[in-house]
């Protein structure tokens, strides 16, 4: 019965190691989100942070995370992914935000995935389908690019969220990964 004791964690281990899937690297979230503007030019180098601000009890302002759902950036080792308004929004006439993936060498993006975005539903935002797939993103080598489009109701502040799911790739190894997203956005 020991032997069998001693059998089972070796064989989990051998099995989990076999996986390409690439964890993050010690002592870093790296799905931490980070709610500053996007800046010109990020370095591979810059440190994964993560933003912890008091609620607030005023709105956040446009092009900024909207609650702890989701953010309008992340800035990963291997990746950047930022939500951004695409235009001027007015009631009740469809705008659009755009999802920008931008994979860090060496990865580069993904050209078979099925690249979509998953729609929240939030007060005062309407969008024309759950789901916005793939033929709605420009691909490129290393960025992609998707227009999600919605109606505000009214004017005032909005919220656009929702999961995107994207792929990064190297020679070895693809990553598969979804991310909340939500940008608040000034209606007029």
Known sequence: ???LRLFVPLALLALSAGCKREAPPAGEDARAPINEAVP??????APVVA????AAA???APGTAADASGTNHYDEPKFALVAQPSGAYAAGKEGTIEVVLD???PFHANQQYPYKFKTKEAAGVKFAQPVVGK???KIEQQRV??????VPDAAGQRTVSGQFAFS???EETCLMEKRDLALVVDVK
Not at 51 to 54: T, V
Not at 145 to 150: A, G, K
């Open 40 to 45: 010109a030019a990020a370095t591979e180098t």
């Open 1 to 3: 019965m020991s032997v």
């Open 168 to 170: 990064v790739c190297t």
């Open 103 to 105: 994979a860090k060498p």
């Open 145 to 150: 690019t998707m227009r999600v489009p919605f």
């Open 135 to 137: 033929d709605a993103a």
């Open 58 to 60: 005023t709105p956040p």
């Open 51 to 54: 933003a912890s601000a008091p």
